[in-house]
């Protein structure tokens, strides 16, 4: 009987080490996000303008998405990859959000800590959305997901409607580097 | 002094060409697609109609779905005004049995046609659902655009195809002509 006792505790505590590790891995996950990415502000024209016109010389990704947009979540993944693999070069990958700024902290920070977001994202709030549509291209009707990219010089080059992947987006980067 | 007057006959062509294309209006071709019923319908039925309202809708968008009931309520309000509503679906995933389902389910009074290989969304350049096209009889577009300006109903602060609408019933120039507002792509084949 005190044999089975010794097994049992020892079982028990066992059980518990390994509920405690598994614990500590989600944490680890959620504190891998760096804290800087999930603080969500929102945009507007005027912060719109100066992330434009501040190029300091880099090629700048804008990926406009919400989180009601399956093709939006899909393609996200592929921005966090390319994120990683652009980050030694003078490229600047911006999220844009078509989310509600109400929906900061019940919809756009939970999906982006889901995602371990590794890029700054921000909520439109352009008080018409049709002036935030019209300011990124007049030619764009507002469809989800769509990604609008600079030169360095801040000169809108080409705008990638739909989900793209990650090839896509590097071939996109790749060939405006090229033309610099 | 010959040459001053090839100017000014320069000038004035100029000038008319402009004011004459400003009030042009794109034209849209007829089209036939069956409905979910297999049922055939063509742009050159619907004639006789004040205004025929071609909406770009889908079964899976949340955008395209917020605005199920204020479709069902645009058509009561206007259908007995000879304004005819035909919805369009060009969504590649969504099929005609998805289509029939999702019309019944929001209890949709007017077709709903499938635009297989999305050849009509094609046609009319449309990028997005949903989106809205307001034509004549001569199949001219006279309104472009959303439905409102929020996914929001209870937000919604300029109601933009009724206010087309209102403006054609009148016998009046649509005053606001083009709209946009955020919404789901259209999901097309590869060509």
């Excluded at chain 2, 046609?123 to 996914?151: C, M, W």
Aim: hydrophobic fraction near 40%; glycine fraction near 4%; include cysteine.
């Amino acid at each position: 009987m005190r044999i089975f006792f010794i097994f049992l505790t020892a079982f028990l505590l066992v059980l518990s080490c390994g509920a405690d590790g598994k614990n500590d891995q989600n944490h680890q996950d959620i504190e891998d996000v760096d804290k800087k990415y999930l603080l969500v502000k929102t945009i507007d024209e005027k912060g719109l303008d100066s992330l434009l016109n501040n190029r300091h010389g880099k090629i700048l990704l804008i990926n406009v998405w919400a989180t009601w947009c399956i093709p939006c979540r899909e393609e996200f993944p592929d921005l966090v990859r390319l994120v990683d693999n652009y980050k030694n070069e003078k490229v600047d990958i911006i999220g844009i959000s078509a989310d509600y700024p109400d929906e900061i902290e019940t919809k756009v920070i939970p999906f982006l800590k889901a995602q371990r977001v590794n890029f700054i994202n921000f909520v439109q709030n352009f008080g018409k959305q049709e002036d935030f549509i019209n300011k990124l291209n007049k030619d764009w009707r507002g469809a989800l997901p769509t990604t609008f990219v600079y030169d360095a010089n801040g000169k809108q080059q080409i705008y990638l409607l739909g989900k793209q992947s990650f090839k896509d987006f590097s071939q996109t980067i790749e060939s405006i580097k090229k033309s610099l | 002094m010959l040459n001053k007057y090839v100017l000014i006959v320069y000038l004035v062509i100029f000038l008319l060409s402009n004011v004459i294309s400003a009030g042009e209006l794109k034209k849209v071709e007829n089209f036939t697609l069956k409905d979910y019923t297999g049922k055939a319908h063509s742009l050159a039925d619907y004639k006789e109609s004040k205004a025929i309202v071609v909406m770009f809708i889908a079964t899976r968008c949340p955008v395209s779905n917020a605005y199920n009931s204020r479709m069902v309520n645009l058509y009561n309000d206007y259908h007995e005004k000879n304004v005819t509503f035909i919805g369009i679906n060009s969504n590649k995933q969504e099929d005609t049995k998805e289509i029939a389902q999702h019309s019944k389910d929001n209890k949709f009074a007017f077709p709903v046609l499938k635009d297989e290989q999305n050849v009509i969304a094609d046609k009319f350049d449309a990028q997005v659902t949903p989106e809205i096209f307001v034509l004549n009889s001569n199949l001219e577009i006279l309104y472009h655009g959303r439905i409102d300006d929020s996914q929001r109903e209870k937000e919604v602060k300029s109601s933009d195809l009724r206010n087309a609408l209102n403006e054609i019933l009148a016998d009046k120039s649509v005053d606001t002509k083009e709209t946009k507002a955020f919404g789901c792509t259209i999901k097309r084949v590869s060509k």
